[in-house]
């Protein structure tokens, strides 16, 4: 994880770093750190532990920071605890500097040699190896670019990296395997970092490093090389993101910003790909067809909410015939398979840079799976490079860790692929029909469930207390119960669980008390005489329910039992809009525990360690 930036540029570097640096700090953020080489070919370097405002105090109340050429960092700890000493830049000497995002998995033999060769650590992280690597390949007489490339053949793991020399001013290289890099291009001055939205203020264009990429910059010229010093030439990529679309506004945190942007997001994500009627099957690429005719079965991969995506989607494929299954990414990668014929790989991810579903995807080609689709919301990422097929979410950067926007705009794109897939089984076309003119109402329901809010408020504040808390939901709810607990643990550090509600009789019914709050989701779907069972299982045992529900499942409030009325939907996008109520609790509670709520402790936005 962590994010990474640094410039060459014509004039003084600092401002454009920390703002690079606070746009990347969705990656990471227990401490940072930035270094800047001067017209006296002088290094410095400051570092805090914390955030990035900890830094600019750091910096405020240091000698001010003066040159055109510097690296900063972002860091999610991985070797060594979130301390000023482990942050980033790690120095060698007094003229090498550099930054790291991922892991270096022979770090502990490195450091041996190293060692054995008398160099000293100041550090406990496994970056360090690097800097110091190539600083001995300096020594004995390489340039920056030789020494890196000597460098990275040594190196096993994933990462990418950012290093200056004090020695060649104007010089920076960045080299990628496995995490990110992008180099953006300005006018007589260069960038790199661990996305665009880094540089969104500096540059609209980039070039995106494969991986196996060096780049090394000299002022405004850019080359990239492999390690063999091969040229690679790349695409010239213009960004459609806007430096707006990562302002905060009026609102006091992206997490809320995000919540209330999701029906726009969800409308842009409909938009072009279905008529008043029909799905726009051409929205999936030119492929699609042929890869759709031959799919008998779907295997969807992801993480942490973005899973959660896919646990719902099961359900939505095997009710039109498709047999699917949904899978976390690190257990995939980590397994044997069994690969059915023809079935089709979905990966799903926010970032698409997310390295346990990216591990899987690998272990799927491997394994010897069909094909590959995906549902990503960034459009240079690896998961959309990687993969056959791809139909993009639209949601707009999403910032706030916890995911929102991202996650609805996923089921909003899962349910085209259920009808591209479902036609080719048991989908009818008026089904189609049915399932289309619920999808183009979706966002105005999205707006109405957001008028839920001032209660939810209110509701909320009954957690100011709390430890625990249950989620219950069934069938394809079951997943929005899991999604809602992981929101509220995530953003307010209350421990919530969730369980499929008819599985409380086996085990979570000795948890329940009347300090725990049990909160259910309960649209009237088939599955509704059996929730209301469960619920009444709960209340015998003093238990105190909230239950989010549709007014015609005739649920009561009663002592022990509020009842929250969510507007009539249909089934096929209950899901979506059940999840609303819970992304507001969660960030209702979170204000009222006064936690960070962008930015959780120990969390990051964008895993990409295993
Ligand atoms: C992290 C984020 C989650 C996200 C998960 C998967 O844990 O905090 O919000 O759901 O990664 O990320 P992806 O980008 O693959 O959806």
Redesign the pocket.
Known sequence: MCGIVGAVAKSDVLPMLLDGLKRLEYRGYDSAGVAVIDQNKKLSRIRSAGKIVELEKALSSSAAMRGTTGIAHTRWATHGPPTEINAHPHISGHNLALVCNGIIENHEALRKAQQANGIQFASDTDTEVIVNEIQQHIQNGLDLLAAVKATLAVLEGAYAIGVVSADEPNRLVGARRGSPLVVGIGDGESFIASDMSALISVTRDFFILENGDIVDINGGNISIIDQCGRPQYRDKKRSGLSADAVELGDHRHYMIKEIHEQSVAIATALEGRITATRLLEACFGIDSNEIFDKTKSVQII?????YHAGMVARHWFEEYGVPCQAEIGSEFHSRSHVVPEDCLVVT???????ID?LAALAAAKQAGYAHCLTICNVPESSLVRESDLVLMTHAGAEIG???TK?FTTQLTALRLLVIALGRRFSMTITDEARLIKELRELPSKVDQAMTLEPTIKEIAEQFADKQHALFLGRGAHYPIALEGALKLKEISYIHAEAYPAGELKHGPLALVDNEMPVISVAPNDRLLKKLKGNIEEVRARGGKLIVFADPSAEISAQENLQVINVAPVDSSIAPIIYTIPLQLLAYHVGLIKGTDVDKPRN?????TVE
């Open positions: 992801a993480c942490g909410t973005s799903l991810s926010q970032s698409g840079e997310t579903t860790v916890a995911s991202a969390l990051a936005k964008s895993v």
